[in-house]
């Protein structure tokens, strides 16, 4: 991995565009409402290059804003992975950013592939079961996550959202 890359943010969305998981490793002072709102405006850069691309998972650079720069990654089963990655001066490869999503893929997909996890009824009109990967029943896949932005090069305390 790059000596100066830092994951700030992974996000977790649904097919119907609902945040799963949003896990931030930042700093105390900046706020995780940040990276709730990098997460919904990334969906429509996705859905542009999800319409024009190959079946390609990896979408690459979705854009930069302010310190982060922002990449996406749609699974076969149409969930979408958002990372936020401090800048810095040094060169990041794409490589090194696709092996970071497939972990993290690995990581969501052995969370979801547990028999023993009930997956809880939606509330309001939407009658699918949505993933609520805020429940102490995801303890797995938010310590796998930790794990993979520790190895990543993020030393600094978690916080969750959504």
């Known amino acids: 991995m790059a000596p100066n890359l830092r994951l700030n943010a992974v996000a977790f969305i649904s097919p119907q565009n609902h945040p799963i998981l949003i896990r931030t490793f930042s700093k105390p002072d900046e706020t995780a409402i940040k990276y709730h709102y990098i997460a919904h405006t990334s969906l ?26 922002i990449y996406g990654y749609i699974t076969p089963l149409k969930v979408k992975i958002v990372i936020a990655l401090a800048l810095s001066d040094s060169v ?3 490589m090194e950013i696709n092996m970071i999503f497939k972990a993290l893929h690995m990581a969501y997909y052995s969370a979801i592939s547990n028999p023993f996890l009930t997956l809880e009824e939606s509330s309001g009109h939407d009658s699918s079961r949505s993933l609520l990967a805020g429940s102490p029943k995801w303890k ?8 993979i932005a520790r190895i990543v090069g993020n030393s600094s305390g978690a916080s969750t959202g959504g």
């Open 44 to 69: 429509d850069v996705i859905e542009e290059r999800v319409s024009t691309k190959s079946s390609d998972c990896y979408l690459g650079l979705l854009y930069s804003m302010e310190d982060v720069a």
């Open 140 to 147: 797995n896949l938010r310590s796998r996550i930790d794990e």
């Open 92 to 94: 990041v490869r794409d």
